[in-house]
């Protein structure tokens, strides 16, 4: 079923996510976005926890989360440590959700008009997993980038 394979590439994605933030030689690095780059790493990071616990916690899993969405952009320093913990938190999360959803959830429209026109769930955790991995390159680049460089 699809979420045996959603479930090993959101657990594979998150790690790794784990993994480059736990690689940052200094903290102040994920936090920098230099001219050129958009966001931070450690913002990326946020984004991608209130993202998933937003879209895969609350909306499918009734977590109660509530997303504050622009301090996904605007917070700072936030210590690495926190941020793993966010991570793990969150993939613990979604992990839960997958495992309850059926072929019929599935293919049940997803319970919030995210786009323009009404989307399957299982199109949708297609799109979550997508964007996490497009964050997790943007994070590794930066990360190879600037920590290279910054001291």
Same mark, same amino acid.
């Given at each position: !079923?699809?979420?045996?394979?959603?479930?090993?590439?959101?657990t #594979? $994605?998150l790690? /790794?996510?784990?993994? %480059?933030? $736990?690689?940052?030689t &200094? %903290?102040?690095?994920?936090w920098?976005?230099?001219?050129?780059?958009?966001?931070?790493? *450690?913002?990326?990071?946020?984004?991608?926890? *209130? =993202?998933?616990?937003? +879209?895969? *916690?609350?909306?499918?899993? =009734?977590?109660?989360?509530? #997303? @504050?969405?622009?301090? %996904? +952009?605007?917070?700072?320093?936030?210590?690495? /440590?926190e941020?793993?913990q966010q991570?793990?938190?969150?993939? &613990?999360?979604?992990?839960?959700?997958?495992?309850?959803?059926?072929? /019929?959830?599935? @293919?049940?429209?997803?319970?919030?008009?995210? +786009?323009k026109?009404?989307?399957?769930?299982?199109f949708?955790l !297609?799109?979550?997993?997508?964007?996490?991995?497009?964050?997790?390159g @943007?994070?590794?680049?930066?990360?190879?980038?600037?920590?290279?460089?910054?001291?």
């Amino acid at each position: !079923m699809l979420t045996e394979t959603l479930i090993k590439l959101f657990t #594979r $994605d998150l790690n /790794a996510l784990i993994v %480059e933030i $736990d690689s940052y030689t &200094t %903290e102040n690095t994920l936090w920098l976005a230099p001219e050129g780059i958009s966001n931070s790493a *450690g913002n990326l990071t946020l984004h991608l926890v *209130g =993202n998933l616990n937003h +879209f895969i *916690g609350a909306a499918l899993g =009734n977590s109660g989360y509530v #997303r @504050q969405r622009e301090l %996904e +952009f605007s917070l700072k320093d936030v210590p690495k /440590a926190e941020l793993i913990q966010q991570l793990e938190a969150s993939k &613990t999360v979604v992990i839960s959700v997958l495992k309850t959803l059926t072929e /019929a959830d599935l @293919q049940n429209e997803y319970p919030h008009r995210v +786009f323009k026109e009404p989307l399957t769930t299982e199109f949708f955790l !297609m799109h979550l997993s997508t964007h996490l991995t497009y964050h997790l390159g @943007q994070i590794n680049y930066h990360r190879r980038l600037l920590d290279t460089f910054v001291d």
